[in-house]
């Protein structure tokens, strides 16, 4: 059935967003024969995403709160574009309960989960909570609502060091410690709480076993308007640099079938506990230790559900040959899945590799600049390379926004395959005009442990001396 015709037709989209992501909505709205409108901050008049969609709306300056983040305007772009509804991409006002909640009011539909899931979802303790209720498995831990000084400490204390600090309302790897003993918790929950209340206005926190070499594997899960829900497997994403993902493969090495499962329907049971609409990504630990020592434990934990498009999801699309908007957008018309689970297949190994303007040399100092060159010399043999980028040589890259340029991504029949795809690609990247984390990346895909999927998510930090 065609978008325009479904249950809640949709002809025409405004993407509110910018950089790759926008770019990448657009050109799926396009091949489904919607029109597509972009909109746009000062810093971006020329931007690329600008030039690709369909029209373009300016919503105000350079900086985020005037502009992609400034829900007045964006519901003002659409509804003058005459859009009947909004991508948000990720980041910005992706997960935004009060945006979702505006577009419910001007008549336009938001292409995620309702509101209420979104809220569910918001606070990690409060999420904690429910999916506790679901069945899904979590980290031991406090999320309780009482958070004076000694109860806290009492907790921790019963958790056992080392513990992590989370805040309630974090993200982005913010308002997080580790704590390794009784006598540097004060210290850490003060400041964890200064850094909390700061970037989120909030100083709630909760405290979690702190694991010392877990995965990160994640599940990406799909839920449409009548009911249905399936998993598309999972990825790793366990290379991180200061709890931000680096290097993302699909699926994750060495994960047992039964546990591919298990985790899958678990995550699908997590996203149907809370109204699940849309694709969502539910995040676990996976404690490679306790999978060997826990006979009847869960080595798995439910960490936390991402209610939107990961920047991570063309992994997904490469091993199961879906693609991921596509479904965003027929479920956001009203249609059903386009598949079931079991009519869902894994095929080979894919690989993505998150390109920065950022200097590795200078503790990772944002770079700005304009691209010289940025083009991927390579034959891209039957859909194994992808690069998914928010810019093109000639274009200005500035300090305003996220300081990722592109996303590399590769497909092999295996991991092997992959890896050596990656590696030919990021030698063959041609980029002048802007310093890169390019070697940085070159690096991690060469390094004898990570091609031996030895994966944790200190890998970074343990190799450090390779790497720098
Ligand atoms: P954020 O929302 O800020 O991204 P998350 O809760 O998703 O925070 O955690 C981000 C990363 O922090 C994880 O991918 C993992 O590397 C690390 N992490 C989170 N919780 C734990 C834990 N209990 N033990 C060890 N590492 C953790």
Redesign the pocket.
């Given at each position: 059935m065609s978008l325009a015709t479904a249950p809640r037709p949709l002809r025409a989209v405004l993407i509110a967003n910018r950089g790759e992501i926008a770019c990448r909505v657009i050109r799926t709205a396009r091949r489904l024969g919607l029109r597509t409108i972009a909109v746009y901050s000062d810093a971006d008049a020329r931007a690329r995403h600008v030039r690709e969609a369909d029209e373009a709306i300016r919503l105000g300056p350079a900086a985020a709160g005037e502009s992609y983040l400034a829900i007045d305007k964006v519901i003002a772009a659409a509804e003058r574009s005459g859009a009947d509804a909004i991508h948000p991409g990720y980041g910005f006002l992706s997960e935004n309960a009060e945006f979702v909640a505006a577009c419910d009011a001007a008549g336009l539909v938001f292409i995620g989960p309702p509101a209420s899931a979104i809220a569910a979802m918001g606070d990690?303790a409060a999420a904690k909570a429910r999916m506790a209720s679901a069945g899904v498995p979590l980290?031991p831990?406090y999320h309780g609502e009482a958070q004076d000084d000694a109860l806290l400490r009492e907790e921790a204390g019963k958790i056992g060091y080392p513990v992590?600090l989370?805040a309630s309302a974090?993200?982005?790897?913010?308002?997080?410690r580790v704590v390794e003993s009784e006598r540097e918790f004060q210290a850490a929950l003060d400041g964890c709480r200064r850094e909390s209340r700061a970037a989120f206005g909030d100083e709630r926190m909760l405290i979690?076993?702190?694991?010392?070499q877990?995965r990160?594997v994640e599940v990406q899960v799909f839920c449409d308007s009548l009911g249905g829900g399936v998993y598309l497997f999972e990825r790793d994403?366990?290379v991180?640099r200061r709890?931000q993902k680096v290097l993302e493969e699909a699926p994750a090495p060495h994960l047992p079938e039964a546990l591919r499962r298990e985790m899958g329907e678990a995550a699908v049971r997590a996203a149907q506990e809370i109204g699940y609409v849309g694709a969502g990504t539910v995040?676990f630990?996976l404690d490679a230790a306790a999978e060997t020592t826990q006979e009847n434990g869960s080595p798995f934990f439910f960490?936390?559900m991402n209610t939107r498009l990961q920047v991570e999801h063309p992994v997904t699309e490469m091993i199961s040959g879906e693609d991921l908007v596509e479904w965003q957008l027929r479920v956001a018309a009203g249609l059903a899945l386009p598949k079931a689970q079991n009519e869902l297949t894994l095929t080979g190994h894919a690989i993505e590799a998150r390109l920065y303007a950022e200097d590795p040399d200078n503790d990772f100092l944002p770079a700005t600049g304009k691209l010289l060159r940025f083009t991927l010399p390579l034959a891209d043999r039957d859909g194994r390379i992808r690069l998914d980028s928010g810019v093109e040589a000639g274009d200005t890259v500035t300090m305003h926004y996220d300081p990722m340029l592109a996303k590399l991504i590769v497909h092999g029949e295996d991991r092997g395959q992959a890896l050596a795809e990656m590696a030919r690609a990021l030698a063959a990247l041609d980029i002048s005009g802007v310093t890169t984390n390019r070697r940085f990346l070159q690096r991690l895909v060469t390094h004898p442990d990570f091609i031996a999927a030895e994966l944790n998510?200190r890998f970074i930090e343990h190799h450090h001396d390779d790497l720098f």
């Open positions: 990690k980290v831990g992590l989370k974090g993200g982005g790897g913010k308002g997080m979690e076993k702190y694991l010392t877990p990160h994403c366990s991180q709890h995040e630990l960490m936390e998510t």
